[in-house]
């Protein structure tokens, strides 16, 4: 019987094609180990890619949609806190006037109206707040200004109120300049844009509408409740005193309304703001579900690497040992 056997030079070949397959395995296995990728990712999804490419466009849709929600969290969060300092400026004002208009002298009704000005003023200002230089209260034009400023808007209403014959007039009058359709309010101090403010997408099918602009019933009460009172303190219409008193009587009862209106609004908003939030949460769960199963896919096991790193570096070792025997040479002579 024959017995095969292979010469010094076809050993070596051997070993040697051997040891340039073990060290392309120890940079592959070094690679991974340290990017912690799979350097080979056709072998390792066996060329199917089609569930990589699946997760990777989810993976990317939902980044974008996180952009968007969390965004609109940031606005409607700004968005309510305007409307905070807003209702702040009514809080208990209308009680207070009601109060001194009671029992009061006219000189202490005319002292708690002395910061109605300073008041209409602080509410105009929350309403023409800006988020990243666009406009929160404007409808579908975050680019413009949603209202002209408190002292442009209370020279309109001084011609309106100065007009009235009585207290009666001068505050329906003032009241029909907020409140009407097509009236000075809509025509003269607002700014934003025509259309609806666009609805803030959270799912498949769903959206929650976070757009509350100036020209909501409850803002256009409050600043009509607001201007009542500073209109009051410059003593416009001039009237005699149970007419004064009259007239800041109703600019309390204005203000009282408009607190609760202003309150059920910032209520309707807190619940989307709540549906806002609810689904950013759910669309971090998603994503950070979409990264495990992205990571089983394309991310190296650093126990199995390392284990199989070991091991190659084992079996290049005892290679070079051999190949040193077959062919008379050092290691060193060999690596080089």
Do not use: C
């Not at 180990?33 to 390792?44: I, P, T, W």
């Not at 809509?186 to 934003?192: D, K, M, R, S």
């Not at 219409?237 to 009862?253: G, I, L, N, Y």
Request: net charge negative; charged share 20%; hydrophobic share 45%.
């Amino acid at each position: 019987m024959s017995i095969a056997t292979y010469s010094d030079a076809a050993q070596f070949q051997l070993l040697r094609r051997d040891a340039t397959q073990h060290r392309a395995d120890l940079a592959r296995l070094t690679s991974e180990l340290s990017s912690g990728r799979v350097a080979d990712l056709g072998q390792a999804l066996q060329g199917d890619y089609s569930t990589l490419s699946d997760i990777t466009r989810s993976l990317r849709l939902n980044t974008t949609f996180i952009t968007s929600v969390s965004e609109a969290a940031i606005a409607v969060g700004v968005r309510q806190s305007a409307l905070e300092r807003v209702a702040s400026e009514l809080e208990g004002y209308g009680s207070s006037l009601l109060a001194v208009t009671g029992a009061g002298s006219l000189s202490d009704i005319q002292l708690k109206l002395a910061d109605a000005p300073a008041r209409f003023d602080q509410a105009v200002d929350s309403l023409n707040t800006r988020l990243a230089g666009r406009s929160l209260f404007s409808a579908d034009d975050p680019n413009a200004t949603p209202l002209i400023s408190s002292e442009d808007m209370l020279a309109e209403l001084r011609t309106v109120a100065a007009g009235a014959l009585d207290a009666a007039t001068a505050v329906a009058d003032v009241t029909a300049w907020f409140m009407d359709t097509g009236g000075g309010y809509e025509t003269l101090a607002w700014q934003g844009g025509t259309g609806d403010p666009p609805p803030v997408l959270i799912g498949e099918g769903q959206s929650a509408e976070t757009g509350v602009t100036a020209l909501n019933p409850a803002i256009r009460e409050t600043l009509a409740s607001l201007a009542l009172a500073v209109l009051a303190s410059e003593e416009v219409p001039a009237s005699a005193e149970q007419e004064k008193r009259a007239f800041v009587a109703s600019a309390a009862e204005q203000v009282l309304r408009a607190e609760s209106n202003l309150i059920g609004l910032r209520a309707r908003l807190g619940t989307e703001e709540a549906r806002v939030e609810d689904a950013r949460v759910t669309a971090e769960a998603t994503r950070a579900s979409l990264q495990i199963e992205y990571g089983r896919l394309v991310e190296a096991d650093p126990y199995d690497t390392a284990t199989e790193l070991e091991a190659i570096s084992l079996r290049l070792e005892s290679l070079y040992i051999v190949t040193a025997r077959v062919s008379r040479l050092s290691l060193t002579e060999y690596l080089r």
